[in-house]
């Protein structure tokens, strides 16, 4: 039964490949646009995404047998339409369709095998289905072979795709339907009788267990895809196909001859390696993955895997960079790591995951719940795929490989900290697994880093918008010859949005709550994303950055606010700087969004245009984010409150009530008038010179004015410049994520102290460097880049991410809205005075003077915050609050102190 069903997978495989021996001929026959020639390769994949996305719910209604033999029917229509029409846009419909029915098998093929098989050989049994994928890789390589010198043997090679489709449809008679949906369905009579006909032994405790877990799980679908064990095992399914997709598998197997031909291979060479070296390997390690799959752990082999791909790949980077110059040998080590890739990705990462998708879910909704995941695939295929010639052409072959070396080892840290085992377990004692480690996980912190993780994407949002217009103005400027004005009206139009955003946003955060500001923003950001994409005057697209600043700034401080007050004391530092990674994430997006799209016609509208689907996805995710329990509270919403607590998972709700009680219960209520309160003012002057030294340390200078500041020290080309502000973003994100691990063990006032010196001493020798004209060009650029990146490693650990934290947390409930919006919006004006005044110190001044008045700014900055900065760290709001008004000593590591300012 699970060969009949993986006859699937051979059709997924052979569809899959078979366009690479298709393509060339239909150049020929049609003479293809480049669009033509994209669409034909991708519709394939687009409907695999629609067609893993509707058939979970179908083989929930209708049964998993009937599914696969529908499926058949598909292939079958979709490749002999193909075969038979003779123009270029009925046949990349036609691909269209194979794609639905491809998505549809990938998901039924291993649901089915997963359900029929016992325990002790259902990991074996599945990858009989990635084993029948391999084989249709090989065939589609085989079959053009046989059909050279053929007239239009494109139409047979599609033609004989039907055959296992015909095939299918006929074998899947002697399916059995899966005993597990007929007892999801009432069906029990039916369920003995074709766990009979298999002859599973452990048929009677399997339905036993089965009807126990369909009796606690609701019949609504959508309610339980909303249910914490299954939010779980969906971010765990999730987060495994993103690191199958990004550590590059379908990037080197369609793109095999050109890497290939990059390390020094003549083209017959190419294909014969690409066509019988790799797809032999595949199948050969897809064998030894079915030997031992129920024989070692589930986790154990994706860890071999990870570090066996992480490993060559790390090889394949070090020779390409060091044996350049050595064609003969590069060469080699490329086909022996690629070879050693290809391998360890086939027997552990290639069909495990599809094992694993198969068996994580409830029996009711098995089909609908893979859906996601399987969907999410094929979306994370489709951008490594498509993304794959212009990051090797960009980076070139030693970055290209580098990037998916840290996926891989990046992986490893997932593992560790989210794999569950589930090899040998019965599907329902998986459930039951699942189901515990989600109640473990809500009494514990997760639930508050998944919180920040959605608010937190109107970080990213902010920060992609803030980094687009840099290599989308110079687009703009050469399509509509903007003069200097025009140009400095364009960029500080999103300043001047920015600032009156944040005026406005501290008081409606007041006004409206925190999370219904935070979802409005997510409209507004998909209406000026397209506003700017579509703009037909130089004003109207002044306007709609003019909107998108409106929204960043609004966006910002109600991030900032909700974030703080559903944060618990010992994570909120932390869960703070979260949200500040999202924004580094979000700039460095902006740099590959400005490459990905500069050699498009109108290049810079798909530039805008690209932040309205995340946008769109940021509001669907709001929707599930509880309110602030402390600003319900503070509108008198008690019982509302409560149940937000709840939700979250607060151990004792009551006793978090009444610590807001006594922190809110004598105040007034609060406005911009109470921030001419003189207690208020201390705060505020420490917001204000935080944001001051944010801004005039000079990390602005590197965010806007870095491709210019390295052209001017030697870096010859604008894409060597880019590349190299790409690297300084690298650094931003990944230091604001050990921040993140430091902010709640060093504390903020130490952590602070410690980035202010080092930003000290990497500013003053990069004015060192820049004046030292002694060195050689390479010496010089090599030192000027590494101080930079200290300089921003030490900012993205230090004062980037703590300034954020401690603004948030140093205002009285009544007043933080407002009081943000105040700094946050101090910290734009400075923003803005500084990109109209760099360009002129740069130039008037020189490089090297520059620098070294931000060392000395950074300098006084020390001081000041070694004297006034307070430790926050472990305390909650309501206690930061009466330090500041002396009525409470601030609680540190649960011993009473005085204040820390």
């Not at 949005?497 to 950001?525: E, H, P, V």
């Not at 002044?542 to 909107?547: D, E, K, N, T």
């Not at 602005?700 to 790409?726: C, K, N």
């Amino acid at each position: 039964m699970a060969c009949i069903a993986s006859i699937g997978g051979l059709l997924f495989g052979y569809n899959t490949g078979v366009i690479s021996a298709v393509l060339p001929q239909l150049n020929v026959a049609w003479k293809l646009t480049a669009l033509q020639e994209e669409l034909a390769v991708s519709a394939v994949l687009f409907g695999a995404v629609v067609g893993a996305a509707l058939v979970g719910i179908v083989a929930d209604h209708i049964g998993r047998r009937d599914c696969i033999m529908a499926t058949a029917a598909l292939f079958v229509l979709g490749s002999f339409s193909g075969a038979m029409i003779n123009s270029p846009e009925a046949f990349i419909a036609c691909r269209a369709l194979v794609g639905v029915a491809l998505g549809a098998v990938s998901l039924v093929a291993p649901l089915y095998i997963a359900e029929i098989a016992p325990a002790r050989m259902r990991g074996r049994l599945v990858t009989v289905n990635q084993l029948g994928i391999t084989c249709g890789i090989m065939l589609s390589y085989a079959v053009p072979y046989f059909l050279q010198g053929i007239p239009d043997s494109w139409r047979y090679m599609l033609i004989i795709g039907t055959v296992p489709g015909v095939f299918l449809s006929m074998a899947s008679l002697w399916l059995v339907e899966s005993p597990r949906w007929l007892l999801s369905k009432g069906d029990e009579e039916e369920a003995r009788a074709n766990f009979k006909k298999i002859g599973d032994p452990d048929a009677d405790e399997i339905i036993r267990d089965l009807k126990e877990s369909l009796s606690r799980q609701s019949e609504d679908t959508w309610m339980r895809l909303a249910a914490p064990p299954i939010r779980l095992a969906l971010f765990f399914v999730v987060g495994l196909f993103f690191f199958q997709q990004f550590v590059g598998i379908n990037a080197f197997l369609y793109n095999a001859s050109t890497i290939l031909t990059y390390e020094g291979f003549a083209v017959a060479d190419t294909n014969l390696a690409v066509t019988i070296g790799l797809s032999l390997v595949n199948l050969v390690m897809t064998l030894v993955a079915m030997a031992l799959v129920d024989r070692i752990s589930r986790r154990l082999l994706l860890r071999i895997g990870l570090v066996g791909m992480g490993a060559c790949l790390s090889v394949l980077a070090a020779g390409s960079g060091f044996l350049d110059h050595d064609a003969f040998v590069s060469s080699r080590l490329a086909v022996v790591c690629l070879t050693g890739y290809i391998a360890f990705f086939s027997f552990s990462w290639g069909p495990l995951l599809w094992v694993i998708v198969a068996e994580v879910f409830p029996q009711r909704i098995r089909g609908a719940a893979m859906s996601i995941p399987v969907a999410a695939h094929w979306l994370f295929a489709i951008i490594n795929a498509s993304g794959a010639i212009f990051f090797l052409r960009e980076l070139e072959d030693t970055g290209f490989y580098l990037i998916f070396a840290i996926v891989a080892f990046a992986g490893l840290l997932f593992l560790r900290k989210n794999f569950m085992e589930t090899g040998g377990l019965a599907l329902e004692r998986i459930q039951r697994l699942f189901t515990e480690r989600a109640r473990a996980l809500k009494k514990g912190n997760l639930v508050y880093y998944a919180i920040t993780t959605v608010a937190g994407t109107g970080a990213l949002l902010i920060g992609f918008n803030v980094g687009i217009i840099a290599g989308a103005l110079v687009l703009i400027t050469r399509e509509w010859g903007l003069g200097n004005l025009e140009q400095g009206v364009l960029v500080s139009s999103l300043s001047a949005g920015l600032f009156i955003g944040q005026i406005l946003a501290g008081k409606a955060s007041d006004l409206f709550g925190r999370r219904y500001l935070l979802m409005s923003t997510a409209a507004l950001f998909v209406a000026g994303a397209f506003a700017s994409a579509l703009a037909q005057s130089f004003p109207t697209l002044v306007g709609a950055r003019f909107l998108i600043g409106l929204t960043m700034g609004v966006a910002a401080v109600a991030n900032s606010v909700y974030i703080s007050e559903i944060a618990p004391p010992e994570i909120r530092g932390r869960l703070l700087t979260l949200s500040q990674a999202t924004l580094a994430v979000g700039i460095l997006l902006s740099y590959l969004a400005a490459l990905f799209f500069e050699t498009l016609p109108h290049g810079w509208r798909y530039m805008f245009a690209a932040a309205a689907a995340p946008s769109a996805v940021y509001g669907l995710g709001l929707l599930f984010l509880p309110e602030s329990p402390r600003w319900l509270y503070s509108r008198g919403r008690r019982s509302a409150s409560l149940r937000m607590l709840r939700g979250m998972g607060v151990s004792d709700p009551e006793a978090a009530i009444e610590a807001m009680r006594q922190g809110q219960d004598d105040q007034e209520e609060g406005g911009w008038s109470e921030l001419l309160n003189p207690k208020l003012f201390p705060p505020l002057l420490l917001g204000m010179i935080l944001m001051f030294l944010a801004v005039f340390t000079g990390f602005d200078a590197l965010l806007l004015y870095a491709p210019t500041i390295f052209q001017s020290a030697g870096f010859g080309s604008y894409t060597a410049s880019v590349l190299a502000t790409f690297g300084l973003g690298a650094v931003n994100l990944a230091m604001t994520l050990v921040s993140m691990w430091l902010v709640e063990r060093l504390g903020r006032k130490p952590l602070v102290m410690w980035g202010l010196a080092i930003m000290i001493c990497s500013l003053v020798s990069t004015g060192v460097v820049l004046g030292h004209t002694g060195w050689s060009g390479f010496w010089s650029r090599a030192l000027l880049l590494g101080g930079l990146g200290v300089f921003v490693g030490a900012f993205a650990v230090s004062l980037g991410p703590v300034s954020n934290v401690v603004v948030s947390e140093i205002y009285p409930q009544r007043v933080r809205g407002a009081a943000l919006g105040l700094v946050f919006g101090a910290n734009s004006i400075f923003s803005f005075i500084f990109a109209l005044i760099f360009p002129i110190f740069f130039s008037s001044l020189g490089s090297v003077l520059t620098f070294w008045i931000f060392g000395a700014i950074t300098a006084a900055g020390a001081l000041i915050c070694w004297k006034y900065l307070p430790e926050t760290k472990g305390c909650t709001l309501e206690e930061i609050e009466s330090s500041w008004s002396g009525k409470k000593n601030i609680v540190i590591d649960g011993e009473e102190g005085p204040p820390q300012s």
